[in-house]
């Protein structure tokens, strides 16, 4: 461990969250005329003030030296020597309601994720494989809603999406409406890597989303463990269906279709965490990666896809290259319908390309998320995003001679009530946690909390 | 029919396909050297010089009057009067190989599709009608790779993808790897029009994409008819599906892994028609939709997905607004997991705002499809794709005054050995059909062929 630099360097840049966040002027008053996103985030610490040694990106003149200008070969990572091996990873247990009793719980899930994670980044493994073992213990814990634990659709059963983007080679694999499976997050895994070998025999092209029975069959296929349902059922899942179930029945009595569709109704379904987990990676060779489980909104019908298997709308990641300067990628949680409308995981990405990351979030949070021309017709725009983008820093460091220096920037946004996130870099000797919250006097689904950090990692080279 | 104008106005400018494609030059050797796309259709016909009453844009200085800068409630379409509605609609039957024995019969599906979409449009129904209207055609049809006579699964099973989006609500709907229905367009167009009323029965939110059995138990709860396997299954697809099965078992009988992967091997599968059906219109209203459908790959997994079921990959729709001076919309067909990684549908969508649609859609196809980041694994890119892009003239025309006129202007481009289209306005008395063919000399799936033409429509407003 002696090569790893003192924790304490690593520079946290955490926003008091009471004064990040402001109500928006309610849009129907406000006609042409929209709020200045500078002014509303007034109360925000000047980044510059507070993250002494970031680098000015603009004193950054040379194109980033380590990153890939050209794709590489697919198979295989450069490993660097042990114990220099550096990364950071950032997760999220759903952006919806978290109650403060099941807080520690959550909490519990994002540390353990994050030290997986980092445990195998310090062995030096791929974003690719990082991100799969956080995926796995997020879906393990029976608290989230991804895997064991999943929410239930409306015929009792347990149906999981789950995607993984890797940032270096830009493969994309998704499953959906998947049964049977304890860590959906392995059988996308599986698709990404199988793909990468090339054609199927007889020249087909082997596929890059699976779902249902067909996605199921090919898990076996590969060799790969089936669960049974009530393995993935637990005592609260199934207490939340049939809660749920007489809910249902309820409003199904009601004879006016009008009141039926209200979402006034006292009798609204109760949505245990609403959506989804995810978590985005740094590995040592600068690559990253990012991935998304969910088990879908309480009481969906079978067969419904979310965005956590739709290409763009649950995780993002992508290297830099000749146009991008940073390294990028983000997971997403919340509504699946309104997420895969707005294909946030995508925008959030792309706008980290920006020169203030924060700045960047909060505006696609506003533009293309609550004010996203594809979701007027909703009353309440529901998600959460986790970011991360990273830049080789091209100043010396101070570790010696021939080591590189690597600024993360991380940040989350959310519109729900509630956001659970950890994080963790290889510097540190433990995660970090929160659950991020509005205030309960804006209101949800029209006013964004955002959050983040920032750390340097420092790898040496020889 | 005395509202009409005479067909012999509508201008076309339809390039023959021998002067605009040119084969790129090998990318191994050139490295950070493009070719300047624009010297690469040194023989392409100049415009200007053909469209001669094209309105120049740049002298169309007011914003569009009729297009909505405001989502409107999205029940209801204003219809115009009877023998005044107009409209356009552009199909395809597929990018991929086909064959000058079977020209005919795909050339009668999009002569069929046009018509009927062509007589619901002088009926004043919005675009969305028009556009399932046209693909249920399509499906029909037993000679293309959708609805019946679809490419079956490796099982021998009929599995489809459909999605459809209307550009007047940006509402997108869609499903996947769906069993036992006729019509999967149907489908998708029916979980559209759910979602647009509102949430369900105790503030569920309604899905946007359902697949598999799921899918089906759904469409049954509509009311929906189901279809039997045998019924899907056209002596064709069943012929293609043994003579497939028996290479397939060829290639698995030999033992190097390396050489059951080739794509070389004599006994690669047949793709009958490699993919997809779709089509994009054009209201009276000035309002855009497209839609797409499709069997998916020859002896593809059960539970594949391609970009017919995938938001932003299959097909896209936009109306004109604040931003955007056009509306467009497009379909695309081909390979479905490279369509889907590029995200081909709304990237030539949204080129369509560039003021040369022509030089944009080539850009796109080139610098977004045959040249993207996410397919540097591949060595064979293959997609086609159809556009229209439209947008209110504001020049008096010559009908009276009180009438309005839209100028449209679609396109083809595709990078396939061939690609069947038909188009039809309300003022043609019968629709266009054309196989575009890339010449036997240039390398499929690494160079474009792209053709369209302009037409304009005139609106009596009284």
């Known amino acids: 461990m002696e090569?790893?630099?003192d924790p304490s360097l690593v520079i946290e840049d955490r926003v008091d969250p009471s004064s990040v966040i402001e109500d928006r002027v309610d849009p129907s008053s406000v006609i042409g005329d929209r709020v200045d996103p500078s002014s509303v985030i007034e109360d925000r610490v000047d980044p510059s003030s507070v993250i002494e040694d970031r680098v000015d990106p603009s004193s950054v003149v040379e194109p980033p030296r380590y990153f890939d200008n050209q794709p590489r070969e697919h198979s295989g990572t450069g490993v660097p020597l042990k114990n220099s091996a550096q990364g950071f990873v950032l997760v999220h247990a759903g952006a919806g309601f978290h109650s403060e009793s099941k807080a520690?719980?959550?909490k519990t899930a994002c540390r353990k994720a994050c030290i997986k994670a980092v445990a195998e980044l310090r062995e030096g493994v791929c974003a690719l494989s990082a991100v799969t073992t956080a995926l796995v213990e997020l879906e393990n814990s029976p608290i989230t809603n991804a895997g064991t634990g999943s929410n239930l659709n409306i015929e009792g059963e347990t149906e999981c999406d789950a995607s993984v983007m890797d940032g270096k080679t830009l493969?994309?694999?998704?499953?959906?409406?998947l049964q049977g499976i304890k860590n959906p997050i392995l059988v996308a895994r599986k698709i990404l890597l199988e793909s990468e070998k090339g054609k199927l025999p007889a020249g087909r092209i082997p596929p890059c989303f699976l779902v249902g029975d067909g996605a199921y069959k090919w898990a076996m296929a590969q060799g790969m463990a089936s669960s049974t349902a009530a393995a993935l059922t637990t005592r609260q899942s199934m207490a939340s269906f049939k809660k749920n179930k007489r809910k249902l029945e309820l409003a199904d009595q009601l004879q006016n279709p009008q009141k039926r569709?209200?979402?006034?109704?006292?009798?609204?379904?109760?949505q245990p965490a609403m959506d989804t987990v995810g978590a985005v990676i740094l590995d040592s060779c600068g690559q990253v990666a990012a991935a998304v489980s969910s088990g879908g909104l309480a009481m969906k019908y079978p067969g419904r896809i979310g965005q956590a298997a739709v290409y763009g709308c649950g995780c993002w990641a992508e290297r830099a290259n000749g146009t991008n300067a940073f390294s990028s990628a983000s997971s997403t949680s919340g509504c699946g319908e309104q997420l895969v409308r707005t294909m946030l995981a995508r925008e959030c990405t792309c706008a980290m390309q920006k020169e203030d990351a924060h700045q960047a979030l909060l505006e696609t949070m506003?533009?293309?998320?609550?004010?996203s021309p594809f979701l007027t017709a909703e009353d309440s725009v529901l998600g959460g995003v986790i970011v991360l983008r990273c830049q080789e820093s091209s100043e010396n460091c101070e570790v010696g001679s021939g080591s590189r220096a690597f600024m993360v920037e991380f940040l989350w946004a959310h519109t729900t009530d509630s956001m659970c996130v950890g994080y963790m870099s290889t510097q540190d000797g433990k995660p970090q946690t929160s659950i991020s919250r509005l205030p309960p006097e804006v209101s949800t689904g029209r006013s964004v909390a955002i959050e983040g950090g920032v750390c340097r990692l420092y790898n040496q080279s020889t």
Chains 1, 2 share one sequence.
Not at 261 to 270: A, C, E, G, H, K
Not at 366 to 371: A, L
Request: glycine share 4%; charged share 25%.
């Open 171 to 177: 493969n994309f694999a998704a499953v959906g409406a």
């Open 261 to 270: 569709r209200s979402s006034n109704l006292t009798s609204d379904i109760y």
């Open 104 to 106: 520690k719980e959550y």
């Open 366 to 371: 506003q533009d293309k998320f609550i004010y």
């Open 3 to 5: 090569d790893h630099v």
